[in-house]
């Protein structure tokens, strides 16, 4: 074997297509791009991304316009400050409370006024709520000079902060569960009720009783036994 005799694997290399050398060389003429359009032309590129004149893909999707989350949640949303507003006029104070407030003559507490109670059946009865179809929210909008106690579905952190600074307290709704305190016992039954058999707590109780039976015939057989007519030291 020497370096002339070296030859590539055969169908390793195909020879190029030799196209527009006549009829007879079958690639003649057209040269195997058929009879016009834009792709029989020289001189052009045609991109990848191409669909032959018809608007493109990234025109047709629509732009700008963001997408519809199905999970976002609706909120009735509300401002601290609207709230403090109308605490300081006084329209948010239950009659009896502040029926109660006006007759106390508690010297201690005179210069801290109680905190006012908010909830979202009293913001709808005011009109600071639409709705109590939705969920409410609390905003941090405002300031906040009198103590509140706010009971909302969810609260910005700066609503939180102003709140709290002003000695009131922010409460976020806590749906109950399933099981309530004092029904503990009941579904505890209802759930050993419906638990499947321990099987294995059987067996092995099957397995010591039939252990403890063995152990009583062993004792009965060791146990012997005098013939009525004969002694047993003087022989039958």
Do not use: C
């Not at 609207?82 to 007759?103: K, V, W, Y």
């Not at 902060?161 to 305190?181: C, D, M, Q, R, Y």
């Amino acid at each position: 074997m020497k370096l002339h005799d070296l030859r590539p694997a055969e169908g390793s290399r195909k020879p190029r297509t030799r196209v527009g050398r006549g009829i007879a060389a079958g690639k003649g003429k057209t040269a195997g791009r058929g009879t016009k359009g834009q792709k029989a032309r020289t001189g052009g590129t045609i991109q990848p991304w191409f669909e032959g004149g018809q608007t493109p893909i990234h025109v047709r999707v629509p732009k700008l316009r963001g997408f519809r989350n199905p999970f976002r949640v609706e909120y009735e949303i509300v401002n601290v400050g609207r709230i403090n507003d109308l605490a300081e006029t006084g329209i948010l104070d239950a009659p009896e409370l502040a029926a109660a407030a006006d007759t106390a003559k508690a010297p201690a507490r005179a210069g801290k006024p109680a905190p006012v109670t908010i909830t979202s059946d009293i913001l709808a009865a005011v009109g600071l709520v639409r709705s109590l179809d939705k969920p409410l929210k609390v905003l941090g909008h405002g300031d906040v000079t009198r103590p509140l106690f706010v009971v909302a579905d969810a609260f910005s952190k700066s609503a939180t902060v102003k709140i709290e600074s002003a000695g009131g307290t922010a409460h976020v709704l806590e749906f109950p569960s399933k099981a309530e305190p004092g029904d503990a016992a009941e579904p505890a039954a209802r759930t050993a009720a419906l638990a499947p058999p321990n099987h294995a707590g059987a067996d092995e109780a099957h397995k010591a009783d039939k252990a403890k039976n063995a152990a009583k015939v062993r004792a009965s057989d060791a146990t012997p036994v005098e013939p009525s007519g004969s002694d047993p030291e003087k022989g039958a």
